[in-house]
């Protein structure tokens, strides 16, 4: 929470790493950015896009998981220079619902896997693709140098849970009776670049293939090249191994275990791997007239199997490759426990949405910023948590001597920060 005391004619700052901040993001004019991408608002609203984003995540890194929190923390901001404002709860949520756009409808897919009750099994599928926010998080990533243009990435994909008993959440058949979403996500480097919100009754299937061919042709709009895909199981179809054979894209996905067992029984070229402590095999697979490769790893205890287009690395390399694909579940994991996917601010599936793409900016704009300032100050790393950096560097008194930020002394040394404002 931000607090101000005030000492003859100064106004203190007891949480001024936002004013830090602030003044670092004005340097690169990433204010000016936000507004390009985003476009203008209104000639009659008070606040852009791009104050509104910016005090919602100084808030959020000030300690304010729900949006009623920035009440407390952005009136402190009346004092920079930068901003002069506080802002509103009702103001972020009017904002959210701009960006927001209308769900799309699609049948369900693998009906009888996934939907086991009456309630849902008539209803088609609700999608929310946000196509002006994820160009949004693609222009923040590659305008903050966290994606490279002309570089060959691999793209993870992988689809998480949200409970939540918001209304548009679905019941998600867990056998525990829960309701919430099934968000997609598309990560590169453990950088989100491209999101898209279902309901909880979809299934992993749901829009797979075009979900990642629209994110890599939204990439490529930017000069950002996808190289290699990288996915679990549920991308195991005909549709997906031609479409990446047609595009020239490599892949790796996991098999089911019946189609893994079926071929350990076929093969015969096992070669014992001391790296992974199992035997490996691979032979040729055809699905629907596209080649590709299985790629079979057998334990005493375990049987499986990796699909992948690629003939020019090994099978311990193509185990090895599949089992590097944690970003995406890593993303969630901070989305899920830092960056508010937790507790939702909306009450629609399409509002909600655009917020938790507003949180994925949250993420990608403070992994920019512990990446800079862990390079000039020595208690701050590259890879510390939210809650940590609240502690170690938003948690500083500040002041104002015109325009000019002075941090009060402590044991820590925040001299070195000046060269980032």
Same mark, same amino acid.
């Given at each position: 929470?931000?607090?101000?005391?005030?000492?003859?004619?100064?106004?203190?700052?007891?949480?001024?790493?936002?004013?830090?901040?602030?003044?670092?993001?004005?340097?690169?004019?990433?204010?000016?950015?936000?507004?390009?991408?985003?476009?203008?608002?209104?000639?009659?609203?008070?606040?852009?896009?791009?104050?509104?984003?910016?005090?919602?995540?100084?808030?959020?890194?000030?300690?304010?998981?729900?949006?009623?929190?920035?009440?407390?923390?952005?009136?402190?901001?009346?004092?920079?220079?930068?901003?002069?404002?506080?802002?509103?709860?009702?103001?972020?949520?009017?904002?959210?619902?701009?960006?927001?756009?209308?769900?799309? @409808?699609?049948? !369900?897919?693998?009906?009888? *896997?996934?939907? &086991?009750?009456?309630?849902? %099994? =008539?209803?088609?599928?609700? +999608?929310?693709?946000?196509?002006?926010?994820?160009?949004?998080?693609?222009?923040?990533?590659?305008?903050?140098?966290?994606?490279?243009?002309?570089?060959?990435?691999?793209?993870?994909?992988?689809?998480?849970?949200?409970?939540?008993?918001?209304?548009?959440?679905?019941?998600?058949?867990?056998?525990?009776?829960?309701?919430?979403?099934?968000?997609?996500?598309?990560?590169?480097?453990?950088?989100?670049?491209?999101?898209?919100?279902?309901?909880?009754?979809?299934?992993?299937?749901?829009?797979?293939?075009?979900?990642?061919?629209?994110?890599?042709?939204?990439?490529?709009?930017?000069?950002?090249?996808?190289?290699?895909?990288?996915?679990?199981?549920?991308?195991?179809?005909? @549709?997906?191994? !031609?479409?990446?054979?047609? *595009?020239?894209? &490599?892949?790796?996905?996991? %098999? =089911?275990?019946?189609?893994? +067992?079926?071929?350990?029984?076929?093969?015969?070229?096992?070669?014992?791997?001391?790296?992974?402590?199992?035997?490996?095999?691979?032979?040729?697979?055809?699905?629907?007239?596209?080649?590709?490769?299985?790629?079979?790893?057998?334990?005493?205890?375990?049987?499986?199997?990796?699909?992948?287009?690629?003939?020019?690395?090994?099978?311990?390399?193509?185990?090895?490759?599949?089992?590097?694909?944690?970003?995406?579940?890593?993303?969630?994991?901070?989305?899920?426990?830092?960056?508010?996917?937790?507790?939702?601010?909306?009450?629609?599936?399409?509002?909600?949405?655009?917020?938790?793409?507003?949180?994925?900016?949250?993420?990608?704009?403070?992994?920019?910023?512990?990446?800079?300032?862990?390079?000039?100050?020595?208690?701050?790393?590259?890879?510390?948590?939210?809650?940590?950096?609240?502690?170690?560097?938003?948690?500083?008194?500040?002041?104002?001597?015109?325009?000019?930020?002075?941090?009060?002394?402590?044991?820590?040394?925040?001299?070195?920060?000046?060269?980032?404002?």
């Amino acid at each position: 929470m931000f607090r101000q005391r005030k000492n003859s004619q100064e106004v203190f700052n007891s949480l001024g790493g936002g004013d830090a901040i602030i003044q670092m993001l004005k340097k690169i004019n990433f204010f000016k950015f936000i507004d390009k991408v985003l476009g203008q608002r209104s000639k009659r609203a008070e606040y852009k896009y791009s104050e509104a984003l910016i005090m919602w995540f100084i808030s959020f890194c000030s300690g304010g998981k729900r949006l009623e929190n920035i009440k407390e923390n952005s009136p402190a901001l009346k004092n920079n220079p930068v901003l002069q404002k506080a802002i509103s709860p009702d103001t972020i949520s009017y904002i959210i619902k701009e960006l927001s756009v209308p769900n799309t @409808e699609k049948d !369900k897919v693998a009906k009888s *896997r996934y939907i &086991k009750d009456t309630e849902t %099994i =008539n209803l088609p599928n609700e +999608i929310n693709n946000n196509e002006r926010m994820n160009r949004f998080l693609i222009a923040t990533s590659k305008q903050l140098g966290l994606l490279k243009v002309g570089v060959k990435y691999i793209l993870d994909y992988d689809t998480t849970t949200i409970y939540t008993e918001i209304k548009g959440g679905r019941k998600i058949y867990d056998g525990k009776g829960s309701r919430g979403y099934a968000p997609a996500l598309a990560v590169i480097n453990n950088i989100p670049v491209y999101f898209e919100n279902r309901n909880g009754d979809s299934s992993p299937k749901l829009n797979l293939t075009q979900t990642i061919t629209d994110a890599i042709d939204m990439l490529s709009e930017f000069g950002i090249i996808v190289d290699t895909v990288r996915v679990d199981r549920a991308a195991f179809s005909g @549709e997906f191994i !031609k479409t990446m054979n047609k *595009r020239n894209l &490599k892949f790796v996905t996991r %098999i =089911n275990d019946g189609i893994a +067992i079926k071929k350990a029984l076929e093969v015969s070229n096992w070669e014992v791997n001391k790296n992974l402590n199992c035997q490996l095999a691979s032979s040729n697979y055809h699905l629907d007239g596209s080649w590709s490769r299985i790629v079979v790893e057998k334990k005493p205890e375990y049987i499986g199997g990796i699909l992948t287009n690629i003939r020019d690395l090994s099978n311990e390399e193509i185990i090895s490759l599949y089992r590097t694909r944690g970003d995406a579940e890593n993303v969630f994991r901070s989305m899920k426990g830092e960056f508010g996917w937790k507790i939702l601010a909306m009450r629609k599936l399409e509002h909600n949405s655009t917020y938790m793409m507003i949180q994925l900016f949250c993420f990608i704009l403070f992994k920019y910023l512990v990446r800079k300032i862990s390079a000039v100050l020595n208690f701050v790393s590259e890879n510390m948590e939210l809650k940590t950096f609240f502690v170690r560097f938003m948690r500083v008194v500040t002041n104002w001597a015109r325009d000019t930020l002075k941090f009060k002394p402590d044991k820590r040394d925040f001299s070195p920060i000046y060269a980032l404002m």
